[in-house]
């Protein structure tokens, strides 16, 4: 089966203290990378080992390595063709040191064109050591990672295995792909909300958080009656993808225990976010998604953002990245608040703005909006889809060691805590925490993924968005009507259940898909 994950662009940072000491057998993991030798013997043993791991260099490796493995992947951070910034340079440089004899080359990968390179090299066996997990792929066509997961992390000994580190909000055993592997591991996680000028919205007399949908009603004409649009937009795909999925994603929660039947590797079980699988189901089993009552009033509420908040003539400006909704409007002080993605906020930082800048979620469908609600709570979620990186099958010997022990220094706290400060990016670790200005981003029920996943609706269609997108501005800029737009949409996604069951011939076996 092929594999695909979706994508997205991206000051001192405490690091939690564990109270925990795990038993760790370093003799297995530094190696000779650790050490130099010279005809008298070992010398040079790296100072932050611990006194346990510095034992096992000088005892049990005696010969230099010289090995150099490349990282190919997409530039997240910068503009840049051939670095991925000073963060970045010097986590490498960290990483060098620590392993003697060990260079990492970084192959900067063009942003339009990533997706098919990656997916060309694995095809052809040709693929660098390390490469960004977001392209078309066979679980064959890479490393399985269990058992170095399921081993401690040499960089990182106070837990028993490297997986006890990660965040399971982005990255447990539902990550795995449908043989049941864990393919990559992510270095940061990507969540996101509403950046927010907190000048605006003191001159407003708006208190932050909005915490409900009639609060959100009461501050767009506060806003707007001091001289401010209330939300940032575009004409990309974000802003309307992620407005509405997290409004469907409330109304919608009410059905997921009836149509949660698959867990993400395709078993059946009982999953925490509905799957694609889940969808195909509920489509081909007679369900008019479109025409739910929910659904229609999702569509309705959407509007009501756009007719009311956004930018005037929205559709027309375009989107310049991944890293947020019309920022530029948000930066220069015109617009209250603007979606945005956590590494949106080191370009935010950069551009000086003069205000202060505060994150939080998404408000509250209650029961005082609409008779539909069940009062379910906004969420997003805490996602893996930031960077991670998988290595190609046909990486071996010292070259795989040393890919696998680069995913490992990336992930340890200690070095993965100056990186993510840095770049405004969520922790994939447990043990870092994330910066201030996106705190709210992963804080409470907003940081939890969404149980309806609706965003699997907006881009269940082989034109991957592009289709919801069009259907869905035509609904937004009054050219086609709510029951038009029902039509449009259950047609579409009859047609993109029809595709998924054409690429998943395993579901085949299912008695509805047959």
């Known amino acids: 089966m092929t594999q695909t994950v979706r994508c997205g662009k991206r000051k001192d940072v405490a690091v939690k203290k ?4 795990g038993r ?13 030798t010279l005809g008298l013997g070992v010398v040079a043993t790296p100072a932050w080992l611990t006194p346990r791991a510095r034992a096992a260099a000088q005892t049990d490796h005696i010969r230099q390595v010289s090995v150099t493995i490349t990282l190919a992947g997409p530039n997240q951070w910068n503009n840049s ?7 970045w340079e010097q986590l490498v440089a960290r990483f060098e040191t620590a392993n003697p004899g060990v260079t990492l080359k970084t192959n900067v990968l063009p942003l339009t064109s990533f997706f098919q390179t990656e997916s060309t090299l694995l095809q052809a066996g040709s693929a660098p050591e390390l490469i960004f997990n977001q392209t078309n792929y066979k679980p064959v066509q890479v490393v399985a990672l269990n058992k170095y997961l399921m081993q401690p992390n040499p960089y990182a000994p106070g837990r028993k295995t490297w997986l006890d580190w990660f965040d399971p909000r982005g990255f447990s055993a539902r990550q795995q792909d449908p043989l049941g592997r864990w393919d990559w591991v992510p ?14 919205f003191a001159k407003a007399g708006v208190k932050t958080p909005i915490t409900t949908w009639e609060g959100w009603r009461a501050a767009v004409k506060r806003l707007k009656a001091v001289g401010y649009t209330p939300l940032a937009m575009d004409g990309s795909y974000l802003g309307i993808d992620w407005t509405f999925s997290t409004v469907a ?76 909704v019309n920022l530029q409007d948000f930066i220069a002080g015109k617009a209250a608040m603007a979606w945005g993605v956590d590494f949106g906020a080191s370009a935010i930082v950069a551009a000086h703005p003069s205000f202060k800048v505060g994150s939080m979620g998404w408000p509250t469908i209650t029961k005082a909006t609409t008779p539909l609600s069940t009062n379910f709570p906004a969420q997003y979620g805490v996602t893996p889809g930031g960077t991670s990186y998988m290595i190609p099958a046909t990486t071996t010997g010292e070259k795989l060691t040393y890919a696998i022990r680069f995913m490992q220094f990336v992930t340890a706290p200690r070095y993965n805590a100056p990186w993510a400060a840095a770049t405004t990016a969520t922790p994939s670790v447990q043990g870092v925490v994330a910066p201030a200005s996106i705190s709210a981003f992963s804080s409470g029920n907003w ?13 269940l269609s082989p ?26 949409l259950e047609a579409s996604w009859q047609r993109a259940a029809t595709y998924q069951l054409q690429q998943n011939p395993q579901w085949k076996s299912e008695s509805w898909a047959k």
């Open 18 to 21: 564990t109270g925990t000491t």
């Open 24 to 36: 760790t057998d370093f003799s297995r993991f530094v190696r000779a990378g650790l050490l130099s």
């Open 81 to 87: 063709g051939t670095s991925f910034g000073a963060p």
């Open 187 to 200: 270095f940061n996680l990507v969540d996101l909300g509403l950046f927010v000028n907190e000048t605006a």
């Open 249 to 324: 994603n409330m109304l919608l929660a009410k059905n997921v225990k009836a149509w949660n039947v698959y867990l993400a590797n395709g078993a059946r079980g009982q999953n925490n976010q509905l799957t694609i699988e889940d969808y195909t189901r509920v489509l081909k089993t007679g369900t008019d998604i479109a025409r739910l009552p929910e659904m229609a009033e999702a569509l309705t509420l959407t509007k009501e953002v756009f007719d009311t908040a956004v930018t005037p003539n929205w559709s027309g400006i375009k989107g310049l990245s991944g890293t947020g």
């Open 447 to 459: 940081g939890v993924p969404q149980v309806a996943n609706p965003g699997i609706l907006t881009s």
């Open 463 to 488: 034109q991957n968005n592009t289709e919801f997108q069009q259907i869905m501005q035509g609904y937004l800029l009054g050219s086609t009507s709510l029951a038009q737009t029902q039509s449009l």
